[in-house]
């Protein structure tokens, strides 16, 4: 089975633009959520998604947006990136909430975004 | 709120002895807790998670985590330390009803393996 994959792997942007990242689940998994990593506040949640429904938020502004498409691949966005925003990106994908499903996350091995 | 606390930023241990990887939670209710590792420039990779059962639950690669409810705590353990160990633990919590599928983090614990 293949893992969690997401794309770009590295990703260099300037002040103000916006950016896209794209996470395909395992297949089967309808749970997507997404992680920011940084050195300084660790790993934060972003906001998860289920069946295209966004079921959970973190405490991040709303320049931060996702979504999840039929076939459970998610894509967040970021607007009017700050320097702040540099981070790894992670995308974790579940199968807790299908039938059968299991309780542990599997992560992709994420985007290093870099805000210039 | 749940919460996770990784009380040591860098475990050093030697090749072959035994290492502990200390972790304390708070959560409302019963949790759901687990072990993460992450090597550098790479995602997290799954370990080993507790639900319910046995408070000794072993995992991925000789890993090994003892849930203890009194003291809140799932210290992950291994008994003979490799180099390959060498890498950044994190210990996570969810609870078990309503916030979907939401982990809370620990800080992370570096653990140096040397021969």
């Known amino acids: 089975k293949a893992g969690v994959t997401q794309t770009p792997r590295y990703l260099i942007k300037t002040r103000g633009q916006q950016v896209t990242l794209s996470c395909s689940p395992i297949?089967?998994?309808?749970?997507v959520s997404w992680y920011q990593q940084t050195p300084g506040q660790g790993l934060q949640f972003l906001f998860e998604?289920?069946?295209?429904?966004?079921?959970n938020k973190g405490n991040f502004p709303g320049r931060f947006s996702g979504r999840q498409f039929s076939n459970s691949r998610s894509e967040m966005n970021v607007s009017t990136l700050e320097l702040g925003d540099s981070a790894l990106y992670l995308c974790?994908?579940?199968?807790?909430?299908?039938?059968?499903?299991?309780?542990?996350?599997?992560f992709g091995q994420g985007t290093r975004l870099t805000v210039v | 709120a749940q919460s996770v606390a990784q009380p040591e930023d860098q475990v050093n241990v030697a090749e072959g002895n035994p290492l502990t990887v200390k972790c304390t939670y708070s959560?409302?209710?019963?949790?759901?807790l687990f072990w993460y590792v992450q090597y550098p420039n790479r995602g997290l990779q799954f370990l080993l998670k507790?639900?319910?059962?046995?408070?000794l639950v072993k995992g991925s690669y000789g890993f090994e985590a003892e849930f203890n409810k009194s003291q809140t705590s799932f210290h992950l353990k291994k008994p003979s330390a490799l180099v390959s160990d060498s890498a950044l633990y994190f210990c996570?919590?969810?609870?078990?009803?309503?916030?979907?599928?939401?982990?809370?983090f620990g800080t992370g614990t570096q653990l140096k393996v040397e021969l």
């Open positions: 974790a994908s579940s199968s807790r909430g299908t039938v059968g499903g299991s309780t542990e996350a599997f």
């Open positions: 297949s089967g998994h309808r749970s």
């Open positions: 998604y289920f069946s295209e429904t966004q079921r």
């Open positions: 959560v409302s209710g019963n949790p759901y």
């Open positions: 507790y639900i319910t059962g046995d408070n």
């Open positions: 996570a919590v969810r609870g078990p009803t309503g916030g979907g599928n939401k982990l809370t």
